[in-house]
């Protein structure tokens, strides 16, 4: 197996994420202009409760996966890894089965009670079979993000958009004519056709790149080890998942339901709740797909490090992810922050604008909080995000409830109550990894040399809006100068380094 680094690995996810996030974004402009803000308000109440299964389902097994895997691969125990990967295929297989089905046939009880909108009964059926295919295919995505290899996962991933996005766009406007509900359950048959192609896709991949292994090596783990260690492994991640989609689910729940106490009627509600979601958080979570490429690489690369007591490295990967994260974050918010109006307009959501500039001013928070989370399960400190997730949510909740439902605030309160959530989560996650590590908090590099380049670029979109703003071409022009400018500061301040470009997959080799 080749040796690859984990800025390679999150490089390859950030390529397909990009890709992915472009299609998506194309996804959530055709759903908005031409099927409507109540539609997506429909899906996404059904969607937190769907992955609330999908959680329960796989119980944080991909993530043990991924880490058993990298540590018996560092080790040279190919044999073990594999007893790994099987194992758990065939205990989420027998899961995911039992779930979907259960589910499936539970879906009318739990649509009349526990959400504000009956309608969302059809939408709530289509998904339930998702989670069988996604339980299989997260066990395919731990295997091959224990081996630093993302290319399958990448490649997956890209073909369920593809298939996500064209199917999903189809069904729901030959389905508009029947009902906005019917085309909610055709963004739901979208998404479940593209996650069967996902993992087709990855099943091909697996077939063809085994681990190859060495002859004479017959030593197999027992399966009651690989039990206990995936058990002690995956159960904080399951709390910490089941406990973040939980809350996920609740404020599908309660925002709507808050709305209508501020004076909202119930439709008008569930359309601003699909547009919070469907424009706002859709752009909030652009840069996500560095953070979340990152994040995937991190564990397996800090794994095999620390498995070989090698925690110098570890510190340096760590402040290495969290300086990458910074700097790709700050020039994102900024552009989210300035160009709010025409980014939410372009989304059919206007009045979203200044809901998009309140996550905004927290958003650097919730990208740190995404990558530290993963430098903390590669420690195995799993525990820790959940601990922490915990005591955000016990601030963040109340403050959620009570400003939302004034009239006054809205969904100002509810982007409020998520910014202090991402800066608590943030905060500890940070501090546990310094105790843990020893990892420096560089002030330096995590926050003056990002942030005077953030002012630079706020000072040429200040000089070049009036000149340049007001159309596609100018936003574009004033977008590609602002962002230049930052470059050349973090260059001039010492932000970005050759060597730091000489590690990335394909453009180092020419430097």
Known sequence: MPRRTFVYGATILLGANLLNRVLGFTYQYLIMAHIGGEAYGLFNMVFPLYMLALVFTTAGIPLAVAKMVAEEVSLGRAHQARSIFRLAFWLLTVSGALVSSGLYFLTPYI???????????????????AIFIVSISSVFRGYFQGLQNMVPTAVSQICEQI????VGYTTAIYLLKAGVEWAAAGLAFGMLAGEAV????????????RIPLEKGSASHPSTGNILRQLWHLASPVTVGRLFSTGLSALDAMLIPQRLHAAGY???????LFGQLGGSAFTLLTFPSVFTFALATSLVPSISEAAAQHQFHIVRARSVEAIRL????????????????RPLTAFFKSPE??????????????SYIQQTTTGILQGLGKVQLPVLHSIIAAMLRIPILIYLTGLPQWGLRGTAWAYVIGFIIMAGLNLLAISRSSGMPIDLQRFLL?????????????????????????????????????YGIVLVLNGGITFSDLRRLPWLGKFL
Do not use: K
């Open 352 to 365: 979203i604008s200044p809901i998009l500039r309140i996550l905004a001013l927290g958003g650097i928070f």
């Open 325 to 340: 994260t910074i700097l790709i974050g700050i020039p994102c918010l900024i552009t989210l922050f300035y160009f709010s």
């Open 111 to 129: 649509a009349h009670r526990l959400f504000p909108d009956p309608r969302v009964l059809t939408i709530f059926q289509i998904c339930t079979p």
């Open 198 to 209: 996902g993992l087709f896709v990855i099943i091909i991949h697996y077939h063809r790149s």
């Open 449 to 485: 040399q990002p942030f005077s380049g953030g002012i630079a670029m706020i000072l040429a979109f200040s000089l070049l809006d009036p000149i340049l703003g007001g159309n596609l071409v100018g936003y574009s022009l004033e977008f590609s100068c602002g962002v230049l400018l």
């Open 265 to 271: 009627s119930a439709r008008e509600a569930t359309t």
């Open 163 to 166: 298939v996500r996005v064209g």
